[in-house]
């Protein structure tokens, strides 16, 4: 087979460590398609939406720790994906997207398809390039996908004119990007002890990003010899919990509550994330930080950055002693009668099983797992990070790619599944052992809430109509059916538990829509 | 009720016409959900997906020659909605996007939804406007709406912040924006004329946008005079066409067949659209333009401007004598046996009730509509205008909405059909007579032909797998029940003739699939 750029592109992915492409393409992308079915080291997964290719980077990034590949249609088809990418951004996830473009001469033409790309791009983007040389092709994808690896870490887009990706180039071998690993500012981390020691039980530590067990236990060190008080992102990338694990609070979600629950603070040293500030402005809190405005901060390292050899150089700083698990607290027994957000939680918790990844996408429904995930046995947990819903599905896609032998379960707000439902069909497809939770409350229940926050007045009709998802009320179950995946309906919390624990003797995808 | 910016912006829309609102708001929005309870004359429809949201809008102005609004949340709501809209850009629809921003003190500090909204909506919108102060919202509100009327008509996109939409405002009314008719340039119509007269018939009339009777008529006189050769554009934003309704060749979609189509022409007249010019560019034809490099172009009007002024003048120029319905060509027989795309086609043609609206997003599937669709009663065909697949069930809510006496028919691909779904729900909603008919030919039967065209090597496993959507299939009246539609499947053209005869003795939503 005569070699072309979109072959020899695709080759030095794989040299990088590429192994896998989420792929939706179109005619612009014909040249990428042919070449997978020849670069055998990276896996094609078709997805029906681009939403769900882009989510599905965004999980087996946060897993894997390295980019997945995109495949994506020009302009409109990358539109498709960016909400998506959004939260990947937030995340700091490595991903690269491909996007096909049309012939470089063929640009000009203002054909149908065209647009801005690069316009685009560049809202989610850390990088975004254009490629208009075969020659160039190669070389371009490996800058993409050293540059998605960072640190710090992040989304990279990789816009390729379509003859740029026919055309014929010489084949050669390709020397993969060196991967980097970060290292922390001797400096800054002084500083930050110096800080901390004198803060004392008023000195705070704010943790971000992708949470292992190494940054959460120099992070328990740093809070047992100081008793500083630590604190996690509200919407973390990916956080290790349960039990053994070292838990912190995590920082409220209405700004009035995360200001009062940092409100003493006298330093606040921060790893892997920044500043935080609100997640929306308020009229009666019109403040976006969250922090003391006497509260100085020192950052460590952040998003997209490993936060463990920062915070592990500041425990040693310190002088802390190895870390000590802290006295197992169990979880409370079985729950029974109507499902609400605890009782779900609490069932879910009871019945995770080791090393599962959880994606938290329940927005209001998942208040629940917040309280008792924590005592569930060892996992990690992939939250919203950017706002943008219809992430839980997707991310789970990639996740059980990224993850073959760890249970999946994606605990799924029905409003915000119905963004990118189309990813239960490459569950179902690439038999993927996912066990969607459908939270189904049938209504934006957080809007419902916020509109209470807004107005002194009861809503009207016209708005209630606006966050309720009923009149008809949507069937998950038939709604996975429709994609091949089997599913059922339970209306307590027996009616869950038992549903889980048929899954434990099953594997594959399944939905469980639970009425709440 | 006190008045704040959202509420005055509302009513300014209201005073120029609008009457819909399509909406999929957020916390940034609930000023705006809010005060859609109190300005009555605006109707809010809920979609459970912002492309749905905005492809309703296009729908909408399509038939109903007006902006509707969109309600969407942020950036990362409205890149949800930008393929519908570049659909809609390439139509010339009027569509007005109002997107919630946070308030403006909150911007600087980066919150997690923030993000550079101008970027992202620039490349769809004709007018991009951001609005940070609540005394000039509703004069911007009002400059958006006259925008996106133009002549010439299009995509104007509001950017709200949230502080703008609640800071209290006194009420006042408002001046609507005047309503401007296109009038052609008469230099430009004298010089068609002359061009014409002079090519006899190897003259060209090119004809897009939308497409009534009037401009089709004043077309048919000129051919009539001269022997002129019409064309209309291969995806036109709105067509009249059936019994009565002079019908012309389209411009066919590869760029060698539609180059050859034109091969002869000594002059192009261009009335509604731009010069021709090819859908993709391919390695065996690396030319964007269609028309013959010494053929000449005059064009009496462009995208989003009536082409009927700039034609009846021509006519009128040319001494043409009035118009004189052609003899009507009989539909065939009914047909038996399997569907495929020609059977299907002949099928519907030989139901579709007089003055129905069809849309059109059937890719190859739609070929037979093509060849007898000219041959059904009068009515209106939507086609895809930018090639974002997933516009025809968001069209079929909007098109149902601007005209709620007239039945609409969504002949839809299932590949295209599934980037919109979300759209049945909204269907069963609002309970609007939308049938449905889903075309399941269980691939991406287009690009399976581009594979074809691109390789003379049969395609691989991996390209194959990714354009087939089977292992699973769908089941579409499943996922239709999922969201309130009642479904049925047909299997040849006796099971849809029938499920299509139960349609006229019913109304609502309706989904058939068609196996094919």
């Known amino acids: ?62 897993i894997a720790g390295k980019p997945a590949l995109t495949l994506l249609h020009l302009g409109p088809g990358f539109a498709n994906g960016i909400a998506n990418l959004h939260n990947a951004r937030r995340a700091g996830t490595p991903v690269v997207n491909l996007i096909g473009d049309h012939a470089t001469w063929h640009l000009a033409a203002d054909a149908p398809l065209t647009s801005d790309i690069e316009s685009l791009a560049a809202p989610v983007s850390k990088l975004v390039l254009r490629t208009d040389d075969a020659q160039k092709l190669s070389h371009d994808m490996t800058t993409a996908i050293a540059g998605a690896k960072g640190p710090p870490s992040g989304v990279a887009s990789l816009i390729v004119a379509q003859d740029a990706a026919w055309t014929p180039v010489d084949d050669k071998p390709h020397a993969p990007p060196q991967n980097i690993r970060f290292s922390p500012d001797h400096a800054a981390v002084a500083r930050a002890a110096e800080q901390l020691e004198r803060a004392g039980d008023r000195g705070g530590l704010l943790l971000g990003g992708v949470l292992g067990r190494e940054s959460l236990e120099a992070a328990a060190r740093i809070a047992a010899k100081l008793g500083s008080r630590v604190v996690v992102d509200t919407f973390l990338p990916r956080l290790r919990e349960g039990r ?127 309280v008792h995930g924590r005592a569930a046995a060892p996992h990690d947990v992939l939250n919203l990070t950017g706002g943008a819903i219809g992430q839980g599905i997707p991310n789970a896609v990639g996740a059980a790619i990224a993850a073959p032998q760890r249970r999946v379960v994606a605990l799924q707000a029905d409003g915000s599944g119905m963004y990118t439902l189309q990813g239960l069909w490459t569950l179902a497809r690439e038999a993927l052992d996912v066990t969607v939770i459908v939270c189904a409350n049938r209504a934006y229940r957080i809007l419902q809430a916020e509109l209470g926050r807004s107005s002194s007045t009861p809503p009207g009709p016209v708005a209630l109509g606006l966050t309720e998802l009923s009149g008809p009320h949507l069937e998950w179950t038939r709604l996975a059916e429709g994609m091949g995946v089997p599913a059922c309906q339970v209306a307590g919390c027996e009616d869950l538990r038992n549903a889980l624990e048929l899954r434990s003797q099953s594997s594959g995808p399944y939905l469980i829509e639970a009425l709440l």
Chains 1, 2 share one sequence.
């Open 1 to 62: 087979m005569n070699c072309n750029g979109a072959r020899l592109a695709l080759r030095a992915a794989e040299a990088a460590g590429v192994e896998v492409c989420f792929a939706n393409p179109g005619t612009t992308e014909m040249e990428w398609v042919t070449a997978l079915d020849e670069v055998t080291g990276i896996r094609a997964v078709l997805c029906l939406f681009e939403g769900v290719a882009t989510g599905a980077a965004d999980g087996y990034g946060r």
């Open 244 to 370: 053994g694990v070292p838990a912190f609070a995590g920082l409220p979600y209405f700004p009035e509550q995360a200001a009062e629950a940092l409100s003493d603070l006298k330093t606040l040293v921060i790893a892997g994330t920044r500043p935080p500030v609100a997640f929306f402005g308020y009229r009666h809190m019109a403040k976006s930080t969250l922090a003391p405005d006497d509260c100085p901060s020192e950052v460590l390292s952040g998003l997209g950055s490993d936060s463990a050899p920062g915070l592990v150089a500041l425990a040693d700083a310190l002088g802390a002693d190895a870390y000590v698990p802290a006295a197992e607290i169990p979880l409370p027994p079985a729950p029974n009668g109507d499902l609400d957000a605890m009782s779900l939680g609490l069932t879910l918790a009871r019945w995770l099983p080791e090393n599962a990844i959880l994606i938290n996408e329940a927005a209001t429904s998942g208040l629940g797992w917040g």
